[in-house]
């Protein structure tokens, strides 16, 4: 018997995470020691507070039956934090809750387009944004974001047949993987562009909690009229640490919210339940412990960025985001065979700016996922490999 898969099978390759991890395990198989800092998985603890609020929720019985909706808790803790963090004000049915920003990124298009309705998503970007609009069969038509156009896309530039075709436009700032943020604005012109051309923006905010050098995380819900067009995704994954509890929350336009979960309801029971009851609990919380930990990742931020200057290697600080970016060195011209060299050399494995699009050839990302005295070290081994001209 011969089985087909489906022609979709063939744009997704064994994710460079995989291959990645392939490599590391390769590496330690040889006895070399591994500076992993590739994958953005955070080495921090959720709050004890959080975890508590799981594990008493957890020895309830009642709480092992289908979730079905959100809690009204978990709503109210959402319009709290929006309110008191960005000042913005959301009513119940501008709230739900999704299994992660990728989870709902990766779901979002199959309630807006039709297909062969043009999705527009960054270059370079973090994969799900194109992946999740091929999944709906949309047209995805990258926007070039460039360093001469302080990594901002170029909206009056944009072809005008291409516009009218366009359903929706994903955006991210502070952007992964080239660790950017955008001012206000751009989102000042932004939303105006969006109405006046029909285009619904879908915002993925992941790291408005970690923004370095006094630079303050927003949301694009407090621009005027963004109501009307836009929506957000904030997720609890990278503020809280509570990556494997997969909880993210799509916020803004009430009809787009209403749509999405009713095609989400087609799919899955609700959250379960001490998972929300977690996300309550951090919601609730202290902001001190957020703030904390973002001035620890910009500790890491300045170890690496300055520690490669300092070495030859020059790159810019990031903005935001628990990553750093940055051109491969002189001498390079291929980032994917420069990261397997550099691991084989020095063990400190990064990703190459390739997996993030075409535009993101010949960079590398930094994860900042290891304590500052580790980056030092990892810095000494490139220093000492004779890597860097």
């Known amino acids: 018997m011969s089985i087909q898969f489906a022609d979709r099978m063939k744009d997704y390759e064994a994710g460079i995470f995989q291959v990645l991890n392939d490599k590391k395990a390769e590496a330690e198989k040889l006895g070399k020691k591994i500076y992993n800092l590739s994958v953005g998985t955070p080495d921090f603890p959720p709050a004890?507070?959080?975890?508590?609020?799981?594990?008493?929720?957890?020895?309830?019985?009642?709480?092992?039956?289908?979730?079905?909706?959100?809690?009204?808790?978990?709503?109210?803790?959402v319009q709290e934090r929006y309110k008191?963090?960005?000042?913005?004000?959301?009513?119940?049915?501008?709230i739900m809750s999704v299994y992660g920003s990728q989870e709902g990124i990766s779901h979002i298009c199959l309630s807006l387009c039709n297909p062969g309705d043009v999705v527009l998503v960054p270059n370079p970007g973090y994969p799900i944004f194109g992946i999740g609009p091929s999944l709906a069969n949309a047209e995805v038509v990258t926007y070039d974001l460039t360093e001469e156009n302080h990594y901002l896309p170029d909206l009056e530039g944009m072809d005008e047949d291409l516009l009218a075709r366009a359903k929706c436009m994903i955006v991210s700032y502070p952007l992964n993987p080239v660790c950017k943020t955008a001012p206000d604005e751009f989102y000042e012109r932004l939303i105006p562009w969006a109405l006046k051309h029909n285009i619904i923006i879908v915002h993925d905010n992941a790291y408005s909690d970690i923004i370095y050098d006094g630079r303050e995380g927003k949301s694009i819900l407090r621009i005027p009229d963004a109501k009307k067009i836009a929506?957000?995704?904030?997720?609890?994954?990278?503020?809280?640490?509570?990556?494997?509890?997969?909880?993210?929350?799509?916020?803004?336009?009430?009809?787009?919210?209403?749509?999405?979960?009713?095609?989400?309801?087609?799919?899955?029971y609700g959250t379960y339940l001490p998972v929300q009851y977690g996300a309550v609990a951090a919601l609730n919380g202290s902001d001190q412990m957020v703030k904390d930990q973002c001035a620890e990742y910009q500790r890491r931020r300045d170890a690496l960025c300055a520690g490669l200057r300092n070495i030859g290697w020059n790159m810019e600080d990031s903005e935001g985001t628990m990553f750093a970016w940055a051109r491969i060195p002189d001498g390079y011209d291929d980032d994917v065979a420069f990261v397997m060299e550099l691991v084989e050399k020095t063990g400190v494995l990064c990703t190459p700016g390739s997996s993030f699009g075409s535009l993101g050839s010949g960079h590398v990302r930094f994860a900042l996922t290891v304590p500052v005295e580790v980056i030092k070290e990892a810095i000494d081994m490139i220093a000492q490999s004779g890597m860097i001209k």
């Open 48 to 77: 004890q507070h959080v975890i508590s609020a799981v594990v008493e929720a957890a020895k309830k019985p009642e709480n092992y039956k289908y979730a079905l909706i959100d809690i009204p808790e978990l709503v109210e803790a």
């Open 231 to 268: 929506v957000e995704f904030y997720s609890l994954s990278k503020s809280y640490n509570y990556t494997g509890a997969r909880v993210s929350f799509l916020t803004g336009n009430k009809d787009i919210v209403t749509n999405f979960k009713r095609l989400r309801s087609q799919i899955d």
């Open 84 to 94: 008191n963090r960005y000042g913005v004000s959301l009513e119940k049915d501008e």
